[in-house]
């Protein structure tokens, strides 16, 4: 069964930084679209960044472009996401997902994709 676990959570403050990671395993990272979500006590969860295959393209929600980035690293069969600039409103749960079995990679909808980790807390204080 796929498994993908993230990693690198944590508590800090408005102005930092985080970078979470997805170990994915039964399957290469490189091979298909994989993305990151988050979603809020009483919010709906929220696509944050997607890599298509191969991670030559990348697409990010409007409210972290700029500040977050998503890469891969095909050796040790991760996905990152690397967060800057960090605000309180960046505070939740992450998630990792992976291969999308409907609509497109960009589009970044959870509704899409097939495989989901177990998540990460993120808190991000004033």
């Known amino acids: 069964q796929v498994q993908l676990v993230e990693s690198g959570g944590g508590s800090v403050q408005a102005g930092g930084s985080l970078r979470l990671s997805c170990a994915a395993s039964?399957?290469?990272?490189?091979?298909?679209?994989m993305g990151w979500f988050r979603q809020a006590p009483g919010k709906e969860r929220e696509g944050v960044a997607a890599?298509?295959?191969?991670?030559?393209?990348?697409h990010y929600g409007d409210s972290v472009k700029g500040r977050f980035s998503i890469s891969q690293d095909n050796a040790k069969n991760t996905l990152y996401l690397q967060m800057n600039s960090l605000k309180p409103e960046d505070t939740g749960m992450y998630f990792c997902?992976?291969?999308?079995?409907?609509?497109?990679?960009?589009?970044?909808?959870?509704?899409?994709?097939?495989?989901w980790g177990q998540g990460t807390q993120v808190t991000v204080s004033s």
């Open positions: 890599i298509y295959p191969g991670g030559g393209r990348t």
């Open positions: 039964r399957y290469a990272v490189s091979r298909y679209c």
């Open positions: 997902a992976a291969v999308i079995v409907r609509g497109y990679c960009y589009t970044i909808s959870d509704k899409n994709f097939r495989d």
